[in-house]
């Protein structure tokens, strides 16, 4: 009798420690929300009492996508070595999306839109907030990646005092067409490579077209005229919520771009198509009712998830690419 009772007090208890683990998973897993982009910069402007300048909207975006990483439930869990959270794929991916293209962005911020020329000086708050960014997002001891990334995030908070500060020079934002137009080029890449891997969710024969365009062209080693390309099964959700996390940073990013450089955009006559690249990207973020990926055929019974979500991300990325010709005319 007391062995029945031992064994099924330990049932119990290991029963009630999984379904509260269950439940404590599921909710880190949950997505953060879109936020307004406008609303949140005249917030920021009002707390520390500044004018709206060029560059202040993107900076505030820009940090409040990297402290959403921080903050929200959960906290940061890509490098948690401890139940739930060691557990977990789906937000970590989530994680890992969103840092690529906060990096993107950190990257462009201090190479382009902070300097006026290739000859000027960068600057030292973002020279310092860049690289904290870049350190391994599974880095959990000495140092751990939360604590980069919020120095990092520190060193925006920065950046962005002396931008809205008028008697401080040596902090700029320089609202160009060739500024964002090396940043949308990035950003083409980063879609691109993300709609082939999403799309390889059914298997498919792909010609290689590695040096199309040039006869005198070559590469390191031989490789087919032709390749069957296919993600595992096993990373398929994985990839899935890497796309639906760097959807969601750019979302903000790009509406942040469109409140900075409305006026770049504009002459350009080239607003409307950022418009619509948003639309595509909001398009992105729909409520997912499936419990899980699906991965049907292409014409199957089933919904293919990934083939959806590759279909917003090209048509957002062909967009970018258009966007980009039009910022390089006169």
């Known amino acids: 009798m007391k062995q029945y009772i031992n064994v099924k007090t330990v049932s119990i208890t290991v029963g009630v420690l999984f379904l509260l683990l269950w439940l404590v998973g599921f909710y880190w897993s ?9 609303a949140n910069a005249r917030t920021q402007m009002t707390s520390a009492n500044a004018q709206p300048v060029p560059g202040y909207t993107i900076t505030t975006t820009l940090i409040t996508v990297a402290d959403t990483l921080m ?5 940061y869990l890509s490098n948690d070595v401890m139940p739930p959270s060691v557990f977990l794929d789906n937000m970590p991916s989530w994680e890992f999306g969103v840092l690529e293209m ?11 839109f902070s300097r006026s020329q290739s000859q000027s000086v960068e600057n030292p708050h973002l020279v310092k907030a860049q690289p904290k960014f870049n350190i391994d997002s599974r880095n ?12 990092a995030i520190d060193y925006l908070g920065q950046y962005r005092d002396d931008l809205a500060d008028p008697t401080l020079g040596d902090s700029q934002f320089y609202t160009r067409a060739d500024n964002l137009r090396e940043y949308l080029k990035q950003v083409e890449k980063k879609l691109g490579s993300l709609s082939q891997r999403l799309s390889a969710s059914v298997e498919a024969e792909r010609v ?23 993600t595992s099964w096993w990373q398929l959700d994985n990839v899935f919520y890497e796309a639906r996390g760097s959807t969601w940073a750019l979302l903000h990013l790009l509406k942040a771009i469109e409140v900075d450089f409305a006026s770049v955009l504009e002459n350009k006559n080239a607003l409307v198509s950022l418009q619509q690249i948003i639309k595509e990207l909001e398009a992105t973020q729909q409520t997912i009712w499936s419990p899980m990926i699906l991965n049907g055929s292409g014409f199957g019974m089933l919904a293919n998830h990934s083939l959806v979500m590759a279909n917003y991300i090209s048509r957002a990325n062909a967009a970018i690419i258009e966007l980009s010709e039009l910022l390089n005319q006169g």
């Open 208 to 230: 290689n077209t590695d040096l199309a365009g040039d006869k005198s062209a070559s590469n390191s080693t031989p490789r087919p005229s032709s390749i069957q390309t296919r």
């Open 102 to 112: 906060v990096r993107d962005m950190s990257l462009s911020m201090r190479k382009d």
């Open 140 to 151: 959990w001891l000495f140092p751990s990646a939360e604590s980069q990334y919020s120095e």
């Open 71 to 75: 903050e929200k439930p959960g906290g």
């Open 30 to 38: 949950l997505e953060p929300d879109t936020f307004d982009v406008r």
